[in-house]
């Protein structure tokens, strides 16, 4: 069965720290990983990685793949309460043509002013 | 201005009864998909279509059915064989694997928070 397992799975931090949020995946046909920011519906589209070792960024955000540890993690430095939100990670499965995303549980992050 | 929409936002139905939500969106794409989403449990793929008139069951398909007579259109019905179907339900759509300008990003709707009681 596939699985993707965030942690921590809650994270409080206060205004202008760093964090760092970890993502495992075990799965089949891995074809990448992505990380959402979910505020109060709809996750909005942070990163999408493919390729092992190579970070994205975003501003105070980035991101990147280990694909020989099945992780990836997401930096978040200088930290605003508008960072508070729940960050999802999720696999692209690629199974004959066929392709599925496999969410993992989130991670809550709460920012203190 | 393109997008997805979903609605209702907020659905109240008691037991025993079939509800059907809806998801229409603009943005020309060929793949879209369902998820529920609980506490401490993610997003769970429901159904997904990468093309009208086909459409493939997800990891949590009991319970529920859709269809994809148009592009623009998906609907999921929850039906009372779905055991635990108060959620709130995502809408997502993205290009498709099979086109040119395939890209992984899913844009999601507003939900639907669904209560059943």
């Known amino acids: 069965e596939d699985k993707v397992v965030q942690s921590p799975l809650s994270l409080v931090v206060h205004e202008g720290d760093t964090v760092t949020l970890n993502c495992s995946y075990e799965?089949?046909?891995?074809?990448?990983l992505l990380w959402y920011k979910q505020e109060k519906k709809a996750p909005t589209f942070l990163f999408m990685l493919?390729?092992?070792?190579i970070e994205k960024k975003s501003g105070r955000l980035s991101s990147i793949l280990d694909k020989k540890e099945l992780s990836s993690i997401l930096n978040i430095t200088a930290t605003q309460t508008g960072d508070s939100a729940i960050y999802l990670c999720?696999?692209?499965?690629?199974?004959?043509?066929?392709?599925?995303?496999?969410f993992g549980t989130g991670t809550r992050l709460t920012i203190i002013p | 201005d393109g997008g997805i929409t979903q609605s209702p936002k907020y659905l109240f139905r008691k037991e025993g009864q079939n509800v059907t939500l809806s998801c229409e969106q603009n943005?020309?794409?060929?793949?879209m998909y369902w998820y529920r989403q609980d506490p401490g449990q993610g997003l769970r793929l429901i159904y997904y279509?990468?093309?009208?008139?086909?459409?493939q069951k997800g990891d949590i398909a009991e319970g529920y059915s859709v269809s994809r007579e148009k592009k623009e259109s998906f609907p999921l019905t929850v039906t009372s064989a779905q055991k635990n179907p108060t959620a709130f339900y995502l809408c997502?759509?993205?290009?498709?694997?099979?086109?040119?300008?395939?890209?992984?990003?899913?844009?999601f709707g507003p939900g639907t928070r669904l209560t059943v009681t």
């Open positions: 493919t390729s092992s070792g």
């Open positions: 279509s990468q093309i009208v008139n086909d459409f």
């Open positions: 999720a696999v692209l499965l690629s199974n004959f043509g066929n392709e599925k995303l496999t």
């Open positions: 943005l020309n794409h060929d793949a």
């Open positions: 997502a759509s993205s290009t498709s694997p099979q086109g040119a300008a395939f890209s992984y990003e899913q844009y």
């Open positions: 799965v089949t046909n891995f074809r990448s």
